[in-house]
């Protein structure tokens, strides 16, 4: 226009669309479009088709996986099986002559402590010795033989379920332990003479009450810890305790003082148990191992721990004949020992937490076993099996288990008191009297009455008012 020249920062861009690529003519109709819709449906369904036939497959090979995986469980409870009825045979056949126990585990040492001058000296294990073997096969021979011959036969003069369910609260004795560190933590009653009871209690001390004459018989004194269980010869005056101290010490009642002091552990005692024979005694410990001791000397005979496992031991207690016991652990596992072989020869499987107690049941056949699962399990000793579950209340703690000496009945301490009739394993009746947690129970000759214990300091009795 003014003929000057152009300079290319004075050009002004021209923005344009870009181009569109027209659609081919076989898309530009409407068959066309749908034929086209049609061919996406098509794959589309194609493509789930083959998803489903990878799913179909998929759950076939899990079927089978599972169907192997339960094939697998089979044979291998069937070889457990097996095994656990060759190791009962091969402790069956084995000649009872020569038998020397192998000393697998390190052996103990024991603290004997005369009461007559309290000296102390220290002894190793002994082993058990083809005497005491002979000695605990005859024993067990007998009270078999002895079994057998009252068969079913109820004992004369046992309380009926009637007579249990009419029983009350008659008596409570609350001064026999210090208020001051309350809580009775175990019991049991003397089998000759069923008035005399003893108690251990928080407050480190043992104490022997007569029920006839409401007195106290002996006050034992000389655990440094707690006193966590007792026990009470069924022919002489003598009682056993235990406790968290790690000593168990052997009492003549008459003179309240201690004849012997057993040190078989490291860590605290969780269970005593007395020999048919009246002259052994067994313990278990938070350490693992079982120990057999001489009551008449304080000896440990034998210290036995599971070469397999390491878990604590948290009850025990002998079978009726004697040849075997049963032991609790922490991972609810109910271990069935042979004394001779010094062996386990089977395991029950708890359901949560560590077992609380076990008791077996006079008959020989039945074991009854307590964890934190709020249930009393039954076990057939005869086909090695769980037979029946006594569900308890929702949150109820187990302290104590214990059969009658008929093995007619079941007591169960812990949230309160019951008492279940064996068989049918009906609760015939419960006590609420305690105000706080019980943690023994024990029955009377013949059940003409139960006595129980509790953290509230108190001895209670029930029978017929």
């Known amino acids: 226009m003014n003929h000057e020249k152009l300079n290319e920062d004075q050009l002004i861009p021209v923005k ?27 794959a589309v369904m194609l493509h789930s088709f083959t998803l489903r036939q990878q799913l179909q497959t998929a759950r076939q090979e899990l079927s089978h996986a599972l169907y192997q995986h339960d094939a697998a469980c089979r044979v ?5 099986k097996e095994v656990t009825a060759a190791r009962e045979a091969l402790a069956t056949l084995k000649p009872q002559t020569g038998v020397t126990p192998a000393q697998t585990q390190p052996t103990a040492t024991t603290t004997v402590v005369a009461a007559a001058d309290q000296s102390v000296e220290a002894q190793t294990s002994t082993g058990m010795t083809e005497e005491i073997l002979t000695k605990l096969q005859d024993t067990a021979a007998k009270l078999t033989s002895e079994r057998k011959k009252r068969g079913k036969t109820i004992p004369e003069g046992l309380a009926s379920t009637e007579q249990i369910q009419s029983y009350r609260k008659i008596a409570s004795k609350t001064s026999n332990h210090s208020p001051s560190v309350p809580g009775i933590l175990s019991l049991d009653i003397c089998p000759k003479d069923t008035n005399k009871i003893i108690t ?34 069924p022919e002489e005056e003598l009682a056993f305790t235990a406790s968290p101290d790690q000593t168990i010490r052997v009492w003549g009642v008459k003179e309240s003082k201690c004849a012997h002091v057993i040190r078989a552990h490291e860590m605290p005692v969780t269970g005593i148990s007395l020999h048919a024979t009246g002259d052994y005694l067994l313990s278990c410990s938070l350490d693992g191992y079982w120990a057999f001791s001489d009551i008449r000397n304080g000896r440990v005979l034998t210290r036995v721990g599971d070469k397999n496992s390491s878990v604590p031991l948290t009850c025990a207690q002998f079978h009726p004949d004697g040849l075997i016991f049963g032991t609790g652990t922490e991972d609810s596992t109910i271990k069935i020992w042979d004394l001779k072989e010094q062996a386990n020869v089977a395991n029950f499987p708890g359901d949560a937490g560590p077992i609380t107690s076990i008791s077996f049941s006079e008959n020989g056949y039945y074991l009854a076993t307590a964890a934190d699962d709020s249930t009393v399990k039954l076990w057939d000793l005869r086909k090695l099996k769980n037979f029946k579950n006594i569900q ?29 009739v064996c068989k049918q394993w009906s609760m015939v009746k419960s006590f609420y009297d305690h105000t706080a947690t019980a943690t ?4 009377g000759e013949n059940s003409n009455f139960i006595a129980s214990t509790g953290m509230d300091r108190a001895l209670m009795f029930y029978a017929e008012g």
Do not use: M
Request: proline share 4%; glycine share 8%; net charge positive.
């Open 16 to 42: 344009t669309s870009t181009l569109v690529k027209p659609r081919p003519p076989s898309a530009t109709s409407i068959p066309a479009i749908l034929k086209s819709l049609q061919d996406e449906w098509d």
């Open 392 to 420: 308890l209340d929702e949150g109820y703690e187990v302290k104590s288990l214990c059969f009658d000496h008929s093995g007619s009945y079941l007591g169960v301490a812990g949230t309160d008191v019951r008492v279940y």
């Open 200 to 233: 251990g209690g928080n407050d480190k001390t043992a104490v022997v009450y007569n029920k006839e004459t409401d007195c106290l018989v002996a006050t034992l004194k000389g655990h440094s810890k707690k006193v966590t269980h007792v026990v009470y010869h």
């Open 76 to 80: 291998i409870a069937r070889l457990t």
């Open 440 to 443: 023994g129970i024990r029955f």
